[in-house]
């Protein structure tokens, strides 16, 4: 299984972007998806995470602001991410709990998408 993150670059103050992650393989299914993000020297801190019902959380400071969203069918993840400011811009990582035919479940990284927020 692997999970392939897109949609960074540079965004103007204020500014939307979509990142999305989709996972592909076969034989398997998904739990929580999740975005991370880790801005240079920085730990990495959970941004927003999503369960196979639609069940959200996120990190206070990207509330009101970010909304990620999943299909399912497509076995996708979104991060819509609007008003955005420069201490958003960071390296973007996507992550799920993943569990393949007759394995435990497992958690999938993405290989991370970046995007700066600049004028």
């Known amino acids: 299984v692997q999970l392939q993150a897109c949609g960074g670059g540079l965004v103007q103050p204020g500014g939307s972007l979509r990142l999305s992650c989709a996972a592909s393989?076969?034989?398997?299914?998904?739990?929580?998806m999740r975005w991370y993000r880790q801005a240079p020297g920085e730990q990495r801190e959970l941004v927003a995470s999503?369960?196979?019902?639609?069940?959200?959380n996120y990190a206070d400071s990207v509330k009101g602001r970010f909304a990620i969203s999943r299909d399912n069918a497509k076995n996708t993840v979104y991060l819509q991410m609007n008003s955005l400011k420069p201490e958003d811009t960071a390296v973007y990582y996507c992550?799920?709990?993943?569990?393949?035919?007759?394995?435990?479940?497992?958690?999938?990284w993405g290989q991370g998408t970046q995007f700066t927020v600049s004028s």
């Open positions: 999503i369960n196979t019902g639609g069940r959200t």
């Open positions: 393989g076969s034989g398997f299914r998904l739990d929580y």
């Open positions: 992550n799920a709990d993943v569990q393949q035919i007759n394995r435990q479940w497992e958690t999938y």
